[in-house]
């Protein structure tokens, strides 16, 4: 099983810039693809970003591209947001994920995190 702990969200103004961050325990997490989704209020759980197991490849949805770059650390079991030029409708809770493959879909991640809120004030 594995655990995961976002951090690094919090209030910035439009334009502004956030690293969120996806803290892993076990020893296993370098096995597994991560994904970046979002939740604002009323809406459904959209796919931000994901990562192969080796980083070799990542994946955004279009929404961020240009603007967020997804990288993980396997040494510390961590994966990392930078999210940059943020806009009002990036508003929502971030949640990071673990699967067996990069891909948008949530229902093919098995273990998630808590979320952790990201505000983006106009």
């Known amino acids: 099983q594995v655990q995961l702990v976002e951090s690094g969200g919090g209030l910035v103004q439009a334009g502004g810039s956030l690293r969120l961050s996806c803290a892993a325990s076990g020893r296993t997490f370098s096995s597994y693809a991560v994904g970046w989704f979002r939740q604002a209020p009323g809406k459904e759980r959209e796919f931000v970003a994901a990562?192969?197991?080796?980083?070799?490849?990542?994946y955004y949805a279009d929404s961020v591209k240009g603007r967020f770059a997804i990288s993980r650390d396997n040494a510390k079991n961590t994966v990392y947001l930078q999210m940059n030029s943020l806009k009002p409708e990036d508003t929502a809770v971030y949640y990071c994920?673990?699967?067996?493959?990069?891909?948008?879909?949530?229902?093919?991640?098995?273990?998630w995190g808590q979320g952790t809120q990201v505000t983006v004030s106009s």
């Open positions: 990562i192969s197991r080796s980083a070799n490849s990542t």
């Open positions: 994920a673990t699967g067996k493959w990069a891909v948008a879909a949530p229902n093919l991640y098995a273990y």
